[in-house]
């Protein structure tokens, strides 16, 4: 399960090559059979956005991993669709991006990253409920449910409804209180380290801000990360 890559596809490659994966048609295959599972946000901020939804969505297409949204990644749908978008925190280097491409990528890329959000689950139970992952969290009450408020909560977390100094929403720490069965992976609040906490781990170290790049091996319970 690999946290919040935001266009740092040069830390994926290096992190797959860790793994033991190898690439193949451009895609990267695990000799043993694993799958990845991408939390979300894999555009924004970092330099090569388009390159990871373009990579990201030939390895779910063929089967070769699974991904669920972040906030991030629904931002720039509806940008994409063409609903009034503010260009910060982080978009505004993806759609400069996407507007450098020619009409023809611009038409490739757009549809294939609509397919793949509207065919992406907003969270996911694996391995007999066993384990969830989701971009920023989920509750165990709110597992095989679907709900706009579930899905704004997979989005974004708990929030109090205000923001901070920065711009951005207040957030809660609701893994603090978390008492589920499921263990839960997840990403969207960048953290220094993965640490496990009340059978949570938050795998998002921060990648694009100098961090490091972030994946949680199941069921062996344990991290592997690149600068």
């Known amino acids: 399960i690999i946290g919040d890559v935001h266009g740092c596809y040069d830390e994926l490659e290096a992190l797959f090559a860790k793994l033991g994966y190898v690439k193949e048609n451009r895609l990267f295959i695990n000799p043993n059979g694993r799958t990845p599972i991408f939390i979300g946000d894999i555009a924004d901020r970092g330099p090569h956005s388009m390159k990871m939804i373009g990579f990201v969505a030939a390895m779910v297409e063929s089967g070769n991993a699974l991904y669920v949204p972040g906030n991030h990644c629904v ?3 509806r940008w994409l669709n063409g609903f009034d978008t ?8 993806t759609v400069e ?9 611009k038409k ?14 907003i969270y996911l139970s694996l391995d007999n409920g066993k384990l969830a992952v989701s971009h920023a969290g989920i509750k165990e009450k709110m597992i095989s449910r679907e709900h706009r408020k579930i899905r704004a909560f997979c989005l974004f977390g708990a929030t109090t409804g205000k923001t901070d100094a920065n711009g951005f929403p207040e957030r809660l720490d609701w893994a603090a209180e978390y008492m589920g069965k499921p263990f839960l992976v997840y990403g969207h609040t960048p953290v220094e380290k993965a640490e ?3 059978n949570t781990i938050n795998i998002d170290q921060g990648c694009v801000f100098g961090g490091e790049l972030t994946a ?11 600068k």
């Open 75 to 77: 931002k720039f749908v």
């Open 86 to 93: 503010k260009m910060n925190h982080g978009i505004e280097t």
């Open 97 to 105: 991006e996407y507007s450098s491409l020619t009409d023809k990528e």
């Open 108 to 121: 490739f890329i757009k549809e294939r990253f609509l397919y793949l959000i509207e065919n992406s689950p």
């Open 196 to 198: 496990i906490r009340n």
């Open 216 to 226: 949680f091996r199941y069921p062996e319970m344990e991290t592997v990360s690149v």
